[in-house]
Structure formats: C-alpha cells, structure tokens
C-alpha cells in the first residue's frame, strides 16, 4: 500500500535531557507519518479489532482510506471495508470528523458508543471559557498563579480533556498516553486541531503528544515544574467510572495498577510538585500523604511539594 505521502506535519515536541532520547521524541513530533512508525512496533494485537473508513463524500475517499490503511498496519490490527464494520469490536473509524473508536453496548449489539478526542468541541469550549479560569481547583492544584503558569507533563493523558483545559490556561502541557489506540485519537484530535487554527492560542506550541510508559519517558524528558497523574481507578464504585466515556476508556486499557510506580517516578523527576487526581474517599496513592489535597464535589487532587 502506498504511504501516506501527503500526511501533514504535527509539529509536537517534548524537550529532552538526553540527546538520543531528544532525537526519538523528536522523531514522533516530525509528521504523523513517523508517529506511526514508530509505534507500529510497540503494538499489541487484539483479535477482533479493526478498522475502516467511512467517508461521506467521493472526494474524501482517498484520504480516509489512506489513514485506515496506515492506522491498521499501525496497530496491527484487520482493514476491513465499512459494510464488514458489525462484526468487530472494538471499531477504529476514520469519518470526516477524524478518528473514532466505537464499541458495542455489552448485552446489545446494536447499540454503540464512541470515544473521540475534538478539543474544538462546544463541551470543551464551554469548560474552558466558563469553567473558573485559574481559580478553578485543577489550576490551583497544578500550581497555576496570577503571572506564573507552570510547564507540565500530563503523564495520563486519556482522552487529552485535562490536557487541552491547562493549555487553555497558558500551560505548555506534554501528553504522554501509553494506550496506542488511544494516542492515536489524541494525535488525530491534535492534528485537526491545528488545522483548524480556531483556538485564541497555539496549540501546536503549547500541547505535544508522545505515546509510550510515562515512568520510562519522564526519565529522559527536560524538567517540568508539574507532573500530573489522573490514572484509572480500579473501583467501578468511583463515580468518574460512571461516566460512559471512562468507562470505555477502562474496558480499552483497564486499570492503572501500576500508578504506584508512577507516582514514584513522578516524584523523582518533577520539578516542583506532583498532582494526582483521585475519586473522593479513595486511599491516597502508594501510601505516600500528600502535601495537600484541594478537595471537590466527586473527586480530589493530591498534591506532592517537591
Ligand atoms: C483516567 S484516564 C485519564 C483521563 C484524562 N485525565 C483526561 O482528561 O482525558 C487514565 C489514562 O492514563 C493512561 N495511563 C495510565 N498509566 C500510564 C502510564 N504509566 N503512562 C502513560 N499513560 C498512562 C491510561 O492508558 C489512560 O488512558
């Protein structure tokens, strides 16, 4: 199959300490198609997993097929023709809204539910225009202060939406995402994002993504003065887990349970404070008590002084 030789540039980058791993994050941040490249090796297959394109208009074609056909070699999983797409679970999706991932509802087939990342979404726009600027409890706990906005790494970055919210706040904010399926929604949202140049600040400057461990990657990574966790819960009795969209999130990655480690690394490597995000009554991470804690209605942030 032919590349995807018209793929534009993602100009994402992450500093580095050390010069080869510098080249490496580097290397991800040239263009989407060495982003693929990259992680096609780091993949693990998933038997019933697939993905397909469906464009809505004739000129649109080409494009979407192109993505399909570089996401499956990618992720090492079946390009199939749209009509296929019933049979497979989960489904990547390339519409002319960019990449989803679609799941089937357990005990109804027919029903399904998406996971996309669209940080021009009216949601997203809403909590960032309305959602408390930097009085609001994430701001406070990351450090955010009137004159000072800290460099972060968002060492759990999901779906991006705490990501896309502190950047909106002057933060420079490094993702880093080990769930290849979804680092590839986040590079997807990231990409259409900076096409559409629709945002009152740079997201091609202020916002990077690498996919990987993020107890490896921050070893290598220039000093940020905010690590922040927000890694899975493992009890379904969390009310985040309520929410449809974690709880795809959980059946494609299911739990953190080595957030401990992170948590250790991120202590390590921070160069101020460690935030880590927590349903509210949850233990604290690791048995290591935190600083402080800025308490909210269904959860809390945890926060380490280094
Ligand atoms: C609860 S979600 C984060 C949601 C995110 N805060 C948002 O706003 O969309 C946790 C995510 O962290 C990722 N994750 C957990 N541990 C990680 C690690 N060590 N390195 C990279 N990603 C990790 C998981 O794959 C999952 O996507």
Known sequence: MAGPTNASP????????????????????????????????????????????????????????????HL????????????ERHKYNPLLL????GLQIQLKQAGNHHKTSNLHVDF?????????QHGGGI???????????????????DATAGLGKDSFLLCSLGCTVYMIERSPMLASLL????????????????????MTLAEGDAAEIIK????????????????????ALNKLEMRMIRFLVGDDLDAAK?????????????????????????????????KMKNSRYDVYMI
């Open 10 to 69: 993602l100009y994402t980058f992450i500093p580095c300490k050390n010069r080869k791993r510098d080249l490496f994050i580097q290397y991800i941040a040239i263009s989407n198609r060495n982003f693929y490249r990259i992680m096609k090796n780091r993949f693990s297959t998933c038997s019933d997993t697939a993905v397909t394109a469906i464009p809505a208009d004739s000129g649109q074609s080409a494009i979407l097929t192109n993505k399909a056909v």
């Open 72 to 83: 499956a070699e990618l992720l090492q999983i079946k390009l199939i023709e749209a009509q």
């Open 94 to 97: 390339y519409t002319e809204k």
């Open 120 to 128: 021009l979404s009216d949601a997203l726009n809403y909590r960032r």
């Open 135 to 153: 009085k609001q409890a994430i701001a406070r706990a990351v450090g955010i202060k009137p004159g000072f906005r800290p460099s972060i790494i």
């Open 187 to 206: 590079l997807d949202g990231l990409e259409r994002a900076i096409r559409a140049q629709a945002l009152p600040f740079p997201v091609e400057k202020m």
């Open 220 to 239: 290598d990574t220039t000093t940020v003065h905010t690590i922040y966790l927000d890694p899975m819960y493992p009890h379904s009795s969390s009310s």
């Open 262 to 294: 992170l948590l250790d690394m991120a202590l390590e490597y921070a160069g101020n404070r460690v935030v880590v995000k927590r349903p509210k009554g949850a233990p604290v991470l690791n048995n290591i008590s935190p600083n402080h804690a800025i």
